[in-house]
């Protein structure tokens, strides 16, 4: 039967899709990990406080991308160049969602609407990272080779959106509310569609590498095409509400080294 699991299951023992797969998810875990690193260096100086939690964030993500590369090192494997259209970070980038790499590239302070921009972008992709992992963890948590880092990754990825959630509120309070909504529903539209995007890309790729019959991957399309239908309607909203998390100051410490998972 068509499963979550039977396809993940499909893709992590065939070392060709394998390798696609760790390969995007490290790249975008390293690309995540730079932005932190830039705009915890770039934080203007009235929420210098802030910087040490966004440097956490860009440290975990980091660890994510080596833990990524290390689990394709176990299989003797090498990392594959990232297709264009699968390159989920990238593509927000391209649409305007978050901070621009030119930006971020420059010496120049932040403003604290950049600040808030950054944090409604991480608090939307955050939430799909989260659901994304708390996925594989249903799946693979007890996984001899995949299970600890599952857990290590959806750990962090759920610390990241309680640390947005609290933030966004603390700014809410301090007077920015319909800048935070505004700006979180841009997000999470623009979202939604690169996912799509990103997801269709990806099933052809792992269609072509595992050769899937025509039926099969008709079916995965048309399963991507619901959900996106769903997003667009009605999911996006989970995206864009603000709750006061469970776990407090969740990147006020450091971050988890990965040989912790190994």
């Known amino acids: 039967m068509l499963s979550a699991k039977s396809l993940f299951q499909e893709i992590l023992?065939?070392?060709?899709?394998?390798?696609?797969?760790c390969s995007i998810a490290a790249g975008g875990e390293t690309q995540g990990g730079w932005e932190n690193g830039r705009i915890a260096a770039l934080v203007p100086p009235?929420?210098?406080?802030?910087?040490?939690?966004?440097?956490?964030?860009?440290?975990?993500?980091?660890?994510?991308?080596?833990?990524?590369?290390?689990?394709?090192?176990?299989?003797?494997?090498?990392?594959?160049?990232?297709?264009?259209?699968?390159d989920y970070t990238l593509l927000l980038e391209r649409h305007g969602i978050g901070l621009a790499h030119d930006r971020l590239s420059r010496e120049e302070p932040?403003?604290?609407r950049d600040v808030i921009v950054y944090l409604a972008h991480s608090r939307v992709t955050e939430?799909?990272?989260?659901?994304?992992?708390?996925?594989?963890?249903?799946?693979?948590?007890?996984?001899?080779?995949?299970?600890?880092?599952?857990?290590?990754?959806?750990?962090?990825?759920?610390?990241?959106?309680?640390?947005?959630?609290?933030e966004l509120l603390r700014f809410a309070r301090a007077g920015h509310g319909r800048t935070i909504q505004s700006v979180l529903r841009e997000c999470a539209q623009a979202e939604i569609r690169v996912y799509?995007?990103?997801?269709?890309?990806?099933?052809?790729?792992?269609?072509a590498v595992l050769g899937w019959p025509r039926a099969k991957s008709a079916v995965l399309v048309a399963g991507i095409h619901a959900m996106h239908a769903y997003e667009r309607l009605v999911g996006w909203r989970r995206m864009v509400t603000l709750e006061q998390p469970t776990l407090r100051d969740a990147l006020g410490g450091p971050a988890v080294p990965e040989n912790e998972y190994a």
Do not use: W
Not at 73 to 86: A, F, M, N, S
Not at 131 to 160: C, T, Y
């Open 13 to 21: 023992d065939n070392d060709e899709s394998f390798r696609l797969f």
């Open 46 to 86: 009235g929420l210098r406080e802030l910087a040490p939690k966004v440097a956490r964030h860009g440290a975990d993500e980091d660890k994510h991308g080596r833990i990524f590369n290390a689990l394709l090192k176990q299989r003797g494997l090498q990392p594959v160049t990232v297709p264009y259209e699968t």
């Open 110 to 112: 932040l403003t604290e």
């Open 127 to 166: 939430q799909r990272a989260s659901e994304q992992m708390r996925l594989l963890l249903k799946h693979f948590a007890e996984h001899p080779v995949l299970g600890r880092a599952v857990k290590m990754i959806s750990r962090d990825e759920d610390n990241h959106l309680a640390y947005c959630h609290e």
């Open 196 to 207: 799509r995007d990103v997801s269709l890309a990806v099933m052809s790729h792992m269609g």
